[in-house]
């Protein structure tokens, strides 16, 4: 229950007109194993600095949300997406701009 109304909240303002349609949530579930991909309809594809400033990171664990915050750099959504392909991690992601 808790996933999806959390997932329900970034679908619907992900694809608003709001600052937070350019920013892309990637939402790392310890219980399924797999990765919630949410991307912003304005989320910022030309600028790599600014696609890596707007991409957030959290790992789910049963009833919270907790923040991944890297040492270096955050990952762009692409770099994320790239990495989980060549791992082979199941990831959906849901567009905003779809």
Do not use: C
């Amino acid at each position: 229950e808790e996933v999806q109304a959390f997932s329900d909240f970034l679908v619907y303002i992900l694809d608003s007109p709001t600052l937070l349609s350019f920013w892309a949530v990637a939402v790392f579930d310890t219980i399924s194993g797999f990765v919630d991909v949410y991307k912003g309809k304005h989320y910022p594809h030309d600028d790599k600095d600014d696609a890596r400033s707007n991409t957030l990171t959290f790992r789910y664990v049963q009833g919270h949300y907790q923040p991944l915050i890297p040492k270096s750099d955050r990952p762009s959504l692409e770099e994320l997406l790239a990495t989980f392909d060549k791992m082979g991690i199941i990831y959906v992601v849901t567009d905003g701009a779809a």
